[in-house]
């Protein structure tokens, strides 16, 4: 079991009814009764579903070893050479950054976005094989969890990170009113993600409209700059 940073516990709230966690051996929540395991070194806060065909394939145990080197190829290919992934990295930590923390990296993977934001930052995924390589390539604080139900309170980040997983969410409008819930006044968002027309191959690929207005909707203020394929997302609390 690996243990908390002190800093995150006070911020963890029940992903099924945002009452307070009591954590010791496992979490458990006095207002319904849920409890929360750690597997793997992990605290399993998971409460929502997934793609069926996703959840498989972020099992599979070869995906996230080989998934670095996707990574960091990935931002230059799919926006035409437009931008690179250091270029992507260093959007993040200039828009994220002078919130002044603590940050939250939604659909975590192998931890590049949590590594880049520094120690007061907590990775959360729903796949306990990525976490494993999180955990052994970048060490730092990893929750198993889903970002349309978010184990925190409200208000609580100053800044929120989806990277990828924008296109892997089940539910998105959920996803996106869970990141402006527990971002507090002036936090900020930060994205990228690919851009439709439509679904493929199952995925969530909006348009750039349709994002826009889907953001909107839940209380942020967004701007896209579109690269290829890509579109970096950049968001404040409205």
């Not at 954590?23 to 006095?30: D, L, N």
């Not at 599979?60 to 992507?88: H, K, V």
């Not at 919130?99 to 120690?119: I, K, N, S, W």
Request: glycine fraction near 16%; proline fraction near 10%.
């Amino acid at each position: 079991m690996e243990p908390l940073p002190p800093w995150l516990c006070p911020l963890l709230a029940c992903p099924r009814c945002r009452g307070g966690l009591e954590v010791g051996r496992e979490a458990r929540c006095p207002a319904c009764g849920a409890r929360y395991p750690f597997r793997g070194g992990f605290l399993d806060l998971r409460a929502g579903r997934e793609r069926p065909h996703l959840w498989l394939v972020n099992r599979l145990p070869p995906i996230p070893l080989f998934y670095d080197a996707w990574r960091r190829r990935s931002t230059g290919l799919l926006s035409g050479g437009r931008i690179s992934f250091r270029e992507e990295l260093a959007r993040l930590r200039d828009w994220l950054g002078p919130t002044g923390g603590p940050f939250l990296d939604v659909g975590t993977g192998t931890g590049v976005y949590r590594e880049a934001l520094g120690e007061k930052a907590v990775g959360l995924d729903p796949s306990p094989a990525f976490l494993r390589v999180a955990r052994w390539r970048r060490p730092g604080a990893y929750l198993l969890g889903h970002g349309e139900r978010l184990p925190f309170w409200e208000g609580v980040f100053g800044g929120v990170a989806i990277g990828p997983t924008w296109n892997e969410f089940l539910d998105p409008l959920e996803a996106a009113r869970e990141a402006r819930r527990v971002l507090r006044p002036g936090g900020r968002l930060f994205g990228m993600l690919l851009l439709g027309p439509g679904p493929t191959l199952g995925l969530f690929r909006p348009g750039e409209a349709a994002l826009l207005g889907l953001l909107e909707g839940v209380g942020f203020h967004p701007r896209l700059e579109r690269r290829g394929a890509l579109a970096l997302l950049q968001a404040e609390v409205s």
